[in-house]
């Protein structure tokens, strides 16, 4: 008789991982806190110490810092979202779950999948409760625009989460990850274009944010938020480029877990199980 994760083929194991993270979340509500309230604290500082001095413009017209900051909290918050739902795959490892995972029945596409959805939807929710606070700063929400944020956030989300994935599945101990952190996650968010727009920045600096993939990302929620006033051009190209990084980096991801486990093949960790 088959076994039911080859009746349901890779549907079931994938919500299964799913569910695992959702359950995870609400029982570490501290989770909570450090995805929305360090970002939250950000946009207030940033926002109240810049606004005086910088006047960024999108949509053809000027914003005040705190609106034109709006969308890189929101990468902010999606990005420590999949930081924290990526520090779990080191914490599965240590505890022996992940290598109980590697040994089943699924394909490795599967697993990846199942643990990138559920910290892309964690990164999706926490982001929309903060969406609730943009029209204390003069953003007018329509159908569309909340319908075409929602949609944005989940391909910048799932693309940070796989991210995230790749990194800690390469890395032993959470204090390695916290320097790939330090090293690599917060600089591509500062150079998204989403603490400071790429015009005026010298042409080195803008060569970097034009090779970030988060650039697009962070456009493209600009975008997204604003496209009911049609000014969203350029909004397609956006999207491309973000969902060709999404598909790289869930590949990466992919060929990560297929190749390794804590230093040893996946053979070897079948092997030693």
């Known amino acids: 008789?088959?076994?039911?994760?080859?009746?349901?083929?890779?549907?079931?194991?994938?919500?299964?991982?799913?569910?695992?993270?959702?359950?995870?979340?609400?029982?570490?509500?501290?989770?909570?806190?450090?995805?929305?309230?360090?970002?939250?604290?950000?946009?207030?500082?940033?926002?109240?110490?810049?606004?005086?001095?910088?006047?960024?413009?999108?949509?053809?017209?000027?914003?005040?810092?705190?609106?034109?900051?709006f969308p890189g909290t929101l990468a902010l918050i999606l990005l420590f979202t999949a930081i924290f739902a990526s520090i779990s795959i080191i914490e599965d490892r240590n505890e022996g779950f992940l290598q109980a995972v590697l040994v089943a029945p699924v394909g490795r596409s599967v697993i990846v999948l199942g643990k990138v959805l559920g910290g892309t939807s964690l990164a999706v929710l926490q982001s929309c409760l903060f969406l609730l606070l943009g029209p204390l700063i003069g953003i007018s929400f329509s159908l569309t625009s909340i319908l075409a944020t929602v949609g944005v956030l989940w391909l910048v989300g799932f693309g940070l989460t796989a991210l995230g994935f790749a990194i800690a599945w390469g890395t032993e101990s959470v204090q390695g990850f916290h320097a790939f952190m330090s090293v690599l996650l917060l600089p591509m968010w500062l150079l998204s274009g989403a603490f400071f727009p790429a015009s005026g920045v010298p042409a080195w600096l803008g060569f970097v944010m034009a090779a970030n993939p988060l650039t697009y990302g962070v456009e493209a929620l600009r975008q997204a938020l604003y496209i009911s006033s049609g000014t969203a051009s350029g909004l397609g190209f956006n999207l491309a480029m973000t969902l060709l990084f999404d598909c790289a980096i869930f590949g990466l991801a992919t060929w990560m877990a297929t190749r390794r486990v804590k230093g040893k093949t996946v053979v070897e960790a079948r092997e030693r199980d």
């Open 1 to 69: 008789m088959p076994s039911a994760s080859r009746s349901f083929g890779p549907v079931l194991p994938t919500l299964t991982l799913w569910h695992r993270e959702i359950v995870r979340f609400y029982r570490q509500p501290g989770r909570v806190f450090g995805a929305i309230g360090q970002p939250l604290i950000f946009w207030v500082l940033f926002g109240a110490g810049l606004g005086a001095s910088f006047r960024p413009s999108a949509a053809g017209q000027e914003l005040s810092y705190m609106e034109y900051f």
